[in-house]
């Protein structure tokens, strides 16, 4: 199975395979989202993704800043990994930080004190920190930290993260973009029209920084999804998310619409 199947999107297929392979006998019920049913959508890999911007860090003079969501843990370990291939140091900032260090039970997961990994304290997030009494982690983090000021030395070094929240910190710290830096928005692009998407879209064109959009959905592909649900083989299948239920049913099992509210007994 070649890296661009369906089934190798995420860093984790290789669960997918496996349950596919060997699914649990006797299964009673299986809820099912489909956002992406319907759609053609190209579901790349996250190797694809890492080769992506591998590319773009080496043909970049000066910063990457890029916009994903610290949840996205996948999207966090690309990232890193196209900074150790080319040289560069991953800027998180403290909630991505707490992210890693959750998940820290995992080896192969970076998390603050690696190499090629720094923690941005902004003053707005520290504050928010210390109020909710977590002072010990914000300490914690300033063994791996950096200032937003330092990201104005050595451009070519830092791939940043950038949110409506963090730019307040970063314009305080006067730090602007410009020509020599890129920016890339790594979620879906339907985000870009609200509010916070549209903010953090004007102040890289003020600064005539270059756009790229490097992204894959995290949901699966229609395909698998068929694939998914006839090999679960279960008595009823319930579908929880997504608009085209109703108009891409073909190779589904039978399904049971459950209305809001109603309840099912198994």
Same mark, same amino acid.
């Given at each position: 199975?070649?890296?661009?199947?369906?089934?190798?999107?995420?860093?984790?297929?290789?669960?997918?395979?496996?349950?596919?392979?060997?699914?649990?006998?006797?299964?009673?019920?299986?809820?099912? %989202?489909?956002?992406?049913?319907?759609?053609?959508?190209?579901?790349?890999? %996250?190797?694809?993704?890492?080769?992506?911007?591998?590319?773009?860090?080496?043909? @970049?003079?000066?910063?990457?800043?890029?916009?994903?969501?610290?949840?996205?843990?996948?999207?966090?370990?690309?990232?890193?990994?196209?900074?150790?291939?080319?040289?560069? =140091?991953?800027?998180?900032?403290?909630? @991505?930080? %707490?992210?890693?260090?959750?998940?820290? %039970?995992? /080896?192969?997961?970076?998390? /603050?004190?690696?190499?090629?990994?720094?923690?941005?304290? @902004?003053?707005?997030?520290?504050?928010?920190?210390?109020?909710?009494?977590?002072?010990?982690? +914000?300490?914690?983090?300033?063994?791996?930290?950096?200032?937003?000021?330092?990201?104005?030395?050595?451009?070519?070094?830092? +791939?940043?993260?950038?949110?409506?929240?963090?730019?307040?910190?970063?314009?305080?710290?006067?730090?602007?973009?410009?020509?020599?830096?890129?920016?890339?928005?790594?979620?879906?692009?339907?985000?870009?029209?609200?509010?916070?998407?549209?903010?953090?879209?004007?102040?890289?064109?003020?600064?005539?920084?270059?756009?790229?959009?490097?992204?894959?959905?995290?949901?699966?592909?229609?395909?698998?999804?068929?694939?998914?649900?006839?090999?679960?083989?279960?008595?009823?299948? +319930?579908?929880?998310?997504?608009?085209?239920?109703?108009?891409?049913?073909?190779?589904?099992?039978?399904?049971?619409?459950?209305?809001?509210?109603?309840?099912? =007994?198994?």
């Amino acid at each position: 199975m070649n890296r661009t199947s369906p089934l190798t999107h995420g860093r984790k297929s290789a669960l997918t395979r496996r349950l596919i392979a060997a699914p649990p006998e006797n299964l009673d019920v299986l809820l099912m %989202e489909g956002t992406n049913l319907g759609s053609d959508k190209s579901c790349l890999s %996250e190797s694809d993704l890492e080769d992506a911007f591998v590319d773009l860090f080496r043909a @970049t003079a000066g910063r990457v800043f890029v916009a994903w969501s610290a949840q996205n843990v996948d999207r966090t370990v690309t990232l890193y990994r196209a900074c150790l291939k080319t040289g560069r =140091t991953l800027v998180v900032d403290l909630y @991505t930080a %707490e992210v890693m260090e959750v998940l820290a %039970e995992s /080896p192969k997961l970076p998390r /603050p004190g690696r190499d090629n990994l720094k923690v941005v304290i @902004t003053s707005a997030f520290a504050r928010m920190y210390r109020r909710a009494g977590r002072e010990t982690f +914000v300490d914690q983090m300033a063994a791996h930290g950096i200032s937003a000021a330092s990201l104005q030395a050595t451009p070519e070094r830092w +791939v940043v993260m950038v949110r409506p929240s963090l730019i307040r910190d970063y314009v305080r710290n006067r730090i602007a973009p410009n020509a020599d830096d890129a920016w890339c928005w790594s979620m879906w692009r339907g985000y870009l029209k609200n509010d916070d998407g549209a903010l953090v879209s004007r102040w890289f064109e003020k600064g005539g920084s270059r756009a790229v959009h490097i992204h894959t959905s995290g949901h699966a592909s229609p395909a698998v999804l068929r694939l998914f649900a006839h090999a679960m083989n279960a008595r009823q299948f +319930v579908p929880i998310h997504g608009v085209a239920w109703d108009a891409d049913t073909a190779g589904f099992p039978s399904i049971r619409r459950l209305a809001d509210g109603e309840s099912i =007994t198994l």
